[in-house]
């Protein structure tokens, strides 16, 4: 019987906890039912539109939260006003600079957006008690970070066709969370407008649609409505990321 059936019968085990699609990747996945409980009983639950600021840069750190379903857009500014696209985050990402006084980055839904709210104080008296929770959220920096490294990678070497691929890779693998694992193709819709795309990727916006085109037109990708995307095969997707 799998962990989620499990979860799904066992009554100690808070029904939100239950049917959170997050929870068993997330850094619930380690908690044991009495501390979900308890930890149920100090989170809540927000839903935010495309747009909403989740989190502002410089703004002092009250709570943290775990991404339940959409993709949060991570940007950061510049004094004149200009913002730079540096991140996306997903489910069940971690939201918030963990033991931090204020936060780096502005955190904007791109989507719709899930959140469970928990508060700091909460969550780092739990993460005092419970090894294994600091390690699953260590485990998930450390990913954010090497993801950060390879995004590196991606815009100061790869051409600009390989950097629309690796966008489109990125998103199929994340976006979607019951796609089942070693799923042949993804289907999505783009969480980024055309002109996120660019900025992020560190291209104009005509560049951006021009290497969609070809790759529509190649058979890699299929796309409806201007972001419903289609890629049959990712494994083709992939080897057009360079």
Not at 43 to 60: D, N, V
Not at 126 to 146: C, S
Not at 213 to 223: E, S, W, Y
Request: a negative charge; hydrophobic letters at 40%.
């Amino acid at each position: 019987m799998s962990e989620k059936r499990r979860d799904v019968h066992n009554s100690d085990v808070p029904i939100l906890c239950r049917s959170c699609e997050a929870r068993h990747k997330g850094m619930c996945g380690v908690l044991e039912p009495e501390e979900l409980v308890a930890l149920a009983r100090r989170t809540h639950k927000t839903r935010h539109e495309p747009g909403a600021e989740l989190i502002g840069e410089s703004t002092e750190i009250r709570s943290y939260a775990n991404v339940m379903r959409g993709v949060v857009k991570l940007t950061k500014g510049l004094e004149d006003g200009r913002q730079q696209v540096v991140g996306l985050q997903f489910a069940p990402d971690f939201l918030g600079r963990l033991f931090g006084d204020e936060s780096q980055t502005t955190a904007l839904a791109a989507s719709d957006v899930d959140l469970c709210v928990v508060p700091r104080g909460a969550l780092e008296q739990l993460i005092a008690e419970n090894p294994a929770l600091e390690h699953r959220l260590m485990q998930q920096t450390l990913r954010e970070l090497d993801e950060a490294r390879d995004w590196m990678v991606t815009l100061g070497r790869k051409t600009a066709q390989e950097k629309v691929a690796s966008f489109l890779h990125l998103i199929a693998l994340h976006a979607d969370p019951h796609r089942p694992d070693g799923a042949l193709g993804a289907v999505f819709d783009l969480p980024l407008s055309r002109a996120d795309i660019a900025d992020f990727l560190g291209l104009t916006i005509e560049t951006v649609s021009r290497q969609m085109t070809k790759l529509r037109q190649a058979g890699v990708i299929t796309i409806t409505a201007n972001r419903h995307v289609e890629v049959p095969n990712l494994r083709r997707l992939a080897d057009m990321c360079g």
